[in-house]
Structure formats: C-alpha cells, structure tokens
Nanobody, 124 residues
Framework: VQLQASGGGLVQAGGSLKLSCATSGFSLDNYAIGWFRQAPGKGREVVSCVSRRGLSTYYADSVKGRFTVSTDKAKNTVYLRMNSLKPEDTAVYYC??????????????????WGQGTQVTVSS
C-alpha cells in the first residue's frame, strides 16, 4: 500500500495549487482519503476528506469555499484543489487512507495509511 502526495510549491497569496494523492495497493471503493496539514510548531489538522466511492466530503471551516477534494478512480488518485490561498495555509500537506471516514475527520485514532508530505508555502 502506498500513498504519494505531490503538487506542493510556493505561491503568492490569492493563488492556487492542486495537490495529488496517488494511491496503490487498495481500492478507493474501500478506503476514504483525508488531507491533513501541519504548520511549523503546530499539530496536524484535518483539511478535507472524501468518503469511499467519493459519496461524501468534509471540509474544515478554515478551507470551506476555497478548497475542493475530488477523486479520479481510473487513476487511483485523490486531488485537493486549493484556491484563494492565504499565508496561514502554509504547511506540509499529507494524505492518509482509512476504511472509516470518521477516523479521518476526527483523528480519534491514527489512520491506517499515511503518505509522505508535500510542502505548500503561501507568501504574502
């Protein structure tokens, strides 16, 4: 099982980025995917999640209306489109997989699989 996040970079405030989480070794029909971020000196927080089969989505209040999560089953990839980026969005972004959407949203327990992070830096 592998998850590989990519697409991070340096962007000016108000700009956009699209992150990709390429998965292998499991089906997106059976696993929910979550996007998380961790800024320097802060804990890891949930950003957005998509349920198995892409039937439902979750967004943190801080990104609602600006970020969009989507799934391409043919490519086994989950995307996070980030618009109207703010300096406070600066963080390392990770994707993770679990059979439970609740686990991803709540982080009550650690998701089953984590990918490596991709750095997003938003300059003011």
């Amino acid at each position: 099982v592998q998850l590989q996040a990519s697409g991070g970079g340096l962007v000016q405030a108000g700009g956009s980025l699209k992150l990709s989480c390429a998965t292998s070794g499991f089906s997106l029909d059976n696993y929910a995917i979550g996007w998380f971020r961790q800024a320097p000196g802060k804990g890891r927080e949930v950003v957005s999640c998509v349920s198995r089969r892409g039937l439902s989505t979750y967004y943190a209040d801080s990104v609602k209306g600006r970020f969009t999560v989507s799934t391409d089953k043919a490519k086994n990839t989950v995307y996070l489109r980030m618009n109207s980026l703010k300096p406070e969005d600066t963080a390392v972004y990770y994707c993770a997989a679990d059979t439970s959407l609740h686990t991803l949203v709540s982080l009550s327990t650690s998701p089953e699989y984590w990918g490596q992070g991709t750095q997003v830096t938003v300059s003011s």
